[in-house]
């Protein structure tokens, strides 16, 4: 089965080609960073703009590098959320419109599943069922995963997730946009233990999150008078070093608490914070200890990505799931990964 992905749901336009049984056959990749770089942040208008301009052409290029046509794919899977509605639209569109044209079933993929689910494509992938922490973008979340559409969510954030956590406080600290790589950068030139920050909710007894309080210490240490001492760049590399520390450290034995609690010994990462290399070494010393392990995607399947979608489109098309014939585009800018349920073929 070969299936276009098609994925938008925020500033990266990602078009991939997924065969099962043989794996990625070509992909492409472009990220709007240099565009909206100049406006510190994402601008939803200037994204959705930015797909519709590259999404014809990164297609064809696709099809080609895998020597295939329109007409040889079996589907075409696309990300119908969660992301900014105007961005998700604009792939919906596409994907719906070549399908129906095609006479191919077009299937809307959750943005989350693809990210949980890419591990999978590693060339050790992890059995089911796992533990997933999803640490992607506006998300924070633990889940147990007994199989494709079978998730219970565990816990979660209750206000700014990981990465939003890393570019306000990169933000904070003068750093340009995106600011969590730049971040986990200036961490590793820095040396922990300078500052006393917050572990937000790690004896909370539960397996939730909170990480704006963390932000706000932050806020509090930069706006002091001193900080504006000549030697504040090292004081800033030192105080990137102690937030990092202390992201990881929440992240890292709130998933220990999870497989403890469900008695799991599988530990799947995903998202743009998974890639984070404190992190990987924290997971992977702490459940080493606990005769545990952690999965990760391959790093350049870390961020947004079209294979993601072709991969999780193919799975859920594998085990029977069949989209109405119809052509209908929607998309659902707010969607709860617990809501999504396994593969079913419509009534």
């Not at 089965?1 to 749901?9: D, F």
């Not at 990749?29 to 406006?39: G, P």
């Given at each position: 089965?070969?299936?276009?992905?098609?994925?938008?749901?925020?500033?990266?336009?990602?078009?991939?080609?997924?065969?099962?049984?043989?794996?990625?056959?070509?992909?492409?990749?472009?990220?709007?960073?240099?565009?909206?770089?100049?406006?510190?942040?994402?601008?939803?208008?200037?994204?959705?703009?930015?797909?519709?301009?590259?999404?014809?052409?990164?297609?064809?290029?696709?099809?080609?590098?895998?020597?295939?046509?329109?007409?040889?794919?079996?589907?075409?899977?696309?990300?119908?959320?969660?992301?900014?509605?105007?961005?998700l639209l604009v792939g919906a569109s596409v994907a719906e419109a070549m399908a129906f044209a095609a006479g191919i079933p077009a299937l809307p993929v959750h943005h989350l599943e693809g990210h949980m689910l890419s591990p999978l494509l590693a060339a050790d992938p992890p059995d089911f069922p796992f533990?997933?922490?999803?640490?992607?973008?506006?998300?924070?979340?633990?889940?147990?995963?007994?199989?494709?559409?079978?998730?219970?969510?565990?816990?979660?954030?209750?206000?700014?997730?990981?990465?939003?956590?890393?570019?306000?406080?990169?933000?904070?600290?003068?750093?340009?946009?995106?600011?969590?790589?730049?971040?986990?950068?200036?961490?590793?030139?820095?040396?922990?233990?300078?500052?006393?920050?917050?572990?937000?909710?790690?004896?909370?007894?539960?397996?939730?999150?909170?990480?704006?309080?963390?932000?706000?210490?932050?806020?509090?240490?930069?706006?002091?008078?001193?900080?504006?001492?000549?030697?504040?760049?090292?004081?800033?590399?030192?105080?990137?070093?102690?937030?990092?520390?202390?992201?990881?450290?929440?992240?890292?034995?709130?998933?220990?608490?999870?497989?403890?609690?469900?008695?799991?010994?599988?530990?799947?990462?995903?998202?743009?914070?998974?890639?984070?290399?404190?992190?990987?070494?924290?997971?992977?010393?702490?459940?080493?200890?606990?005769?545990?392990?952690?999965?990760?995607?391959?790093?350049?399947?870390?961020?947004?990505?079209?294979?993601?979608?072709?991969?999780?489109?193919?799975?859920?098309?594998?085990?029977?799931?069949?989209?109405?014939?119809?052509?209908?585009?929607?998309?659902?800018?707010?969607?709860?990964?617990?809501?999504?349920?396994?593969?079913?073929?419509?009534?």
């Open positions: 089965m070969k299936v276009l992905g098609i994925e938008s749901s925020c500033d990266e336009t990602g078009v991939a080609i997924y065969e099962s049984g043989v794996g990625v056959l070509a992909q492409a990749l472009h990220s709007q960073i240099s565009l909206h770089a100049l406006y510190g942040g994402v601008v939803p208008e200037l994204a959705s703009r930015d797909h519709i301009r590259l999404m014809p052409g990164l297609i064809r290029q696709t099809l080609a590098g895998a020597g295939l046509r329109v007409a040889d794919l079996d589907a075409i899977a696309y990300t119908a959320g969660p992301g900014l509605a105007g961005a533990v997933a922490l999803l640490v992607s973008g506006g998300h924070t979340q633990l889940m147990r995963v007994a199989g494709i559409g079978q998730y219970e969510l565990l816990g979660e954030t209750l206000d700014d997730a990981a990465g939003e956590a890393f570019d306000k406080t990169a933000k904070l600290l003068g750093l340009g946009y995106p600011g969590g790589a730049e971040l986990a950068a200036l961490a590793e030139r820095g040396h922990a233990g300078r500052y006393k920050l917050p572990r937000p909710m790690l004896r909370s007894g539960n397996l939730d999150f909170s990480f704006s309080g963390l932000k706000t210490a932050v806020l509090n240490i930069v706006s002091n008078a001193a900080w504006q001492r000549p030697h504040a760049a090292r004081l800033a590399a030192d105080l990137a070093a102690d937030f990092q520390q202390a992201v990881v450290e929440v992240l890292a034995d709130k998933a220990l608490a999870a497989l403890e609690q469900t008695g799991l010994r599988a530990l799947v990462v995903a998202g743009g914070v998974g890639a984070n290399v404190a992190l990987r070494a924290k997971l992977d010393s702490t459940l080493r200890q606990k005769g545990a392990r952690a999965y990760y995607p391959e790093p350049a399947l870390c961020t947004d990505n079209g294979v993601m979608i072709a991969y999780a489109g193919a799975r859920r098309l594998e085990l029977g799931e069949r989209p109405p014939r119809v052509a209908t585009i929607r998309v659902r800018p707010r969607w709860p990964l617990a809501e999504l349920g396994a593969p079913l073929a419509p009534r």
